[in-house]
């Protein structure tokens, strides 16, 4: 079968090399436009780009200047960074069509171009900056290449769709209130969200300027690490110090992750690396409500007693409203003035913004400075503060409002750590389970943005190995054993693809394809489940490896 491959970046046609085993048969390229013309949303680019251009990085300068520390690397951004004679969006119609074109490019677009990254377009984001399932009414939502029938997580659900995807090698969004690690944890990406202050916000339009933060995703440590190096200008060279993990074990009990995935692989991956300290739990919540007084007025008045978990509810309240309070002081004028037309979660966040009179403002701003030195008690300079990244997996898109609203409340008590401290956070991805994205993430002290990004580096390969090792199943035999485990696997996947469980399938062939990873089969039948999905970059990239494994079928 000839395989017909168009520019990568922008596939036109795709040719499925299907397995002998799954009756899925031959799809051709006509069968495969039709696809597209009838699930329109299964877009080539996963709807992740508002705007697609190509803007060059600057020139490099002649010796003996260093090299370009990001020459090679693509990047885009989210629609909430200003780029000079482009209209910055804001994730809304009706705010592009208010606003005038940029004069002058974000400090920390031209600081990626300079280094020698390419800018490749402008992303889909929540309205506004607001929302944490990533959907957006005007410009479609992103569709998650993890799980495309579920939610890729907001406010910058575009820039994680796109690095997930593999449309570029790292994304620029921003973090208010969760809006680069929540999206990160649903898409299985690393994310970055740096100690507030430390990344420069001019150029981007604000929705909260005490919990604005400029953040970055990418698939790889190392990118991570040097988008890093550019963006918050760090030393080089650093002493190596110990480092010493502390669990945050209540924090975990809202997770719905096994332990041993999360704590157990962590605790794997340092065993035989030098320089950690025996490991450390606490409960948070209750030490958050020793050091952190200012929180009183923010405890639920229906419960007359005072717990871990009531203080950590309290946190992420006095975030909601110190948000409110900064985007009514931004744009409320705006809104009263344009009535724009908003999404229904979207336009009760707004309207509650604007209509509510906050008493003791002072409290709000209170709150973050007891908790930035209370981390700072906590972690010192050598402490690194482990909690999930977010208690649930993807919701499905769609979902009933009251799940919605009980899984977003969770999340923000996560998000709420960082955001109200300042301090900065990593988001690790840990796999899958029960084939959703996992992941944890690390805090540390306001100012330790090299320690933190260091840390994943020297630990990342060891914990990819844990994972792989948990993910992989013991050998399975039948009866008489003698069937090969890929075998049994690649038949439990042609099941799930008859029974129309696309995401299942791609499971149990990826299983396979880790335990036999030279038969052409199960490649060519994980790329028919992926183009079921809308998944098409990968359906190619699956169909290129089954024909490089077995000429044959070409």
């Known amino acids: 079968m000839n395989t017909v491959k168009a520019n990568i970046k922008n596939p036109k046609v795709w040719v499925l090399v ?92 031209t600081a990626l171009l300079k280094n020698g990254a390419v800018c490749v377009g402008k992303t889909v984001m929540g309205e506004l900056g607001f929302g944490v399932s990533g959907e957006n009414m005007h410009y479609g939502t992103p569709i998650n290449p993890e799980m495309p029938a579920h939610a890729p997580g907001g406010s910058s659900s575009g820039s994680a769709v796109a690095v997930a995807a593999g449309l570029v090698d790292f994304a620029l969004g921003t973090d208010t209130i969760g809006c680069i690690r929540i999206p990160a944890a649903f898409c299985g990406l690393l994310s970055y969200r740096p100690s507030h202050g430390a990344v420069s916000t001019i150029g981007v339009l604000p929705n909260s300027q005490s919990l604005d933060t400029v953040g970055w995703l990418a698939r790889d ?146 709150i973050g400075k007891e908790l930035r030195a209370c981390m700072q008690i906590l972690l010192k300079d050598d402490g690194i503060l482990v909690i999930p990244t977010v208690a649930d997996p993807p919701l499905k898109l769609n979902s009933k409002k009251r799940d919605t609203v009980e899984s977003h409340n969770r999340a923000l008590i996560l998000s709420s750590i960082a955001s109200m401290s300042g301090c900065c956070q990593v988001t690790i991805p840990l796999g899958k389970n029960d084939g959703y994205p996992i992941s944890v993430s690390f805090i540390t002290f306001h100012g330790g943005d090299k320690f933190l990004l260091d840390t994943v580096l020297d630990m990342y390969s060891s914990l990819k190995e844990q994972i792989n090792f948990i993910s992989n199943p013991a050998p399975l035999q039948d009866a008489n054993e003698n069937f090969d485990a890929s075998e049994l696997l690649k038949e439990k996947g042609n099941a799930a693809y008859k029974g129309k469980q696309w995401n299942k399938a791609v499971n149990y062939y990826s299983e396979a394809i880790k335990l036999n990873g030279k038969n052409a089969t199960y490649y060519s039948n994980r790329a028919a489940a992926y183009l079921q999905l809308g998944c098409f970059q990968k359906a190619e990239e699956d169909c290129n490896m089954a024909i490089s494994l077995d000429k044959k079928v070409n």
Do not use: C
């Open 221 to 366: 440590p190392s990118i991570l690490l040097r988008v890093g190096h550019t963006l918050l200008k760090l030393n080089t060279v650093e002493p190596r110090r110990a480092r010493r993990l502390v669990f945050a074990d209540d924090l975990f009990q809202l997770s719905k992750v096994p332990k041993q995935k999360a704590e157990g692989v962590i605790n794997k991956a340092i065993e035989n690396l030098s320089g950690y300290q025996p490991q450390q739990h606490i409960n948070f919540g209750q030490h958050i409500s020793l050091n952190v007084p200012s929180l009183k007025g923010f405890l639920d008045q229906s419960t007359n007693v005072q717990n871990g978990i009531s203080n950590l509810k309290a946190l992420s309240s006095a975030m909601v409203s110190l948000q409110r309070h900064e985007f009514k002081t931004n744009h409320e004028d705006w809104v009263k003035s344009v009535e724009p037309k908003l999404a229904l979660d979207v336009s009760d966040n707004v309207l509650t913004a604007i209509n509510t009179t906050h008493e003791n403002i002072k409290a709000l701003y209170d």
């Open 18 to 109: 299907i397995g002998v085993t799954v009756a899925v048969g031959m799809v051709a390229a006509a069968e495969t436009r039709r696809r597209r013309r009838r699930k329109a949303k299964f877009k080539e680019d996963f709807g992740a780009f508002v705007q697609r251009f190509l803007i060059l990085p600057f020139p490099q300068p002649p010796p003996p200047a260093a090299k370009q520390t990001l020459a090679g690397l693509t990047f885009a951004i989210n629609d909430i960074f200003e780029l000079e004679d482009y209209v910055t969006g804001f994730g809304n119609p009706d705010w592009a069509r208010t606003h005038e074109a940029a004069e002058k490019t974000a400090v920390t677009v």
